[in-house]
């Protein structure tokens, strides 16, 4: 791993923020781990310079991926998990980012994150972009969106967020039925709302699509997951 990014990372980091922000933050996202307070676009504005130095390049996807982790997994602040997936999605490792070998790593962030700020990051900036990127990964999210974990659960539901046009509506609408109510995690607070949550972002695009499946859904679909869905269809 690049130890020497990992420690500019930390110091920026040790640098910033807002205590007072902090403790409120901490206990809107019930985290164990405290933070340094910082806006989402705060932190990754403090980031850019630093992930852009040139001392601080990552040569391989090995090293990428080890960085990745070693800065996620040694984190002593909440948001230096949020800044390990600054560095995972930076422009210049786009290449290793939506390449399939990165999905254990993906995986792993998901299932040890566990909670929505991190996994919704995961999903939507990570994940999704792969998946456009390699449509034969419908497998995988379709084999995630019935996995053991709820928070896999969540992330196979928002991997095709954001991809508009290019959305497979036959993967969407798999993801989604494996979550129903009485499938394993289908009652949780926070599928009933990725589900509502992913037809809402797919209804921008065929609307018509998701107003027909929502209703052939019926009274299997959360009243939570449905009002999401039909939120701006009128």
Not at 68 to 78: F, M
Not at 123 to 150: I, K, N, Q, Y
Not at 219 to 231: N, W, Y
Request: hydrophobic share 45%.
């Amino acid at each position: 791993m690049h130890r020497d990014l990992v420690a500019a990372v930390r110091r920026t980091l040790a640098d910033g923020g807002d205590p007072v922000r902090a403790a409120g933050q901490r206990q809107y996202l019930r985290s164990e781990l405290p933070l340094r307070g910082f806006r989402l676009a705060e932190l990754r504005a403090a980031l850019r310079p630093v992930l852009a130095a040139p001392g601080h390049a990552i040569d391989d996807a090995r090293a990428w991926d080890a960085t990745v982790r070693a800065l996620w997994d040694g984190a002593g602040y909440r948001d230096e998990r949020h800044a390990a997936i600054a560095l995972a999605r930076h422009r210049p490792y786009r290449t290793w980012a939506t390449d399939p070998a990165a999905l254990p790593l993906y995986r792993h962030l998901v299932v040890t994150g566990a909670w929505w700020d991190l996994v919704d990051d995961v999903a939507t900036h990570l994940l999704a972009p792969l998946v456009r990127a390699h449509p034969d990964e419908a497998a995988t999210v379709r084999a995630w969106s019935s996995d053991a974990d709820l928070w896999v659960r969540r992330a196979a539901i928002l991997a095709q967020i954001g991809a508009r046009e290019r959305t497979d509506p036959r993967l969407l609408a798999d993801c989604v039925e494996a979550n129903l109510l009485g499938s394993r995690h289908g009652d949780e607070f926070f599928v009933r709302k990725a589900v509502g949550w992913a037809l809402r972002d797919y209804a921008r695009t065929d609307p018509a699509w998701v107003a027909r499946y929502v209703e052939a859904l019926g009274d299997r679909l959360a009243p939570l997951s449905r009002r999401e869905a039909l939120k701006h269809l009128g």
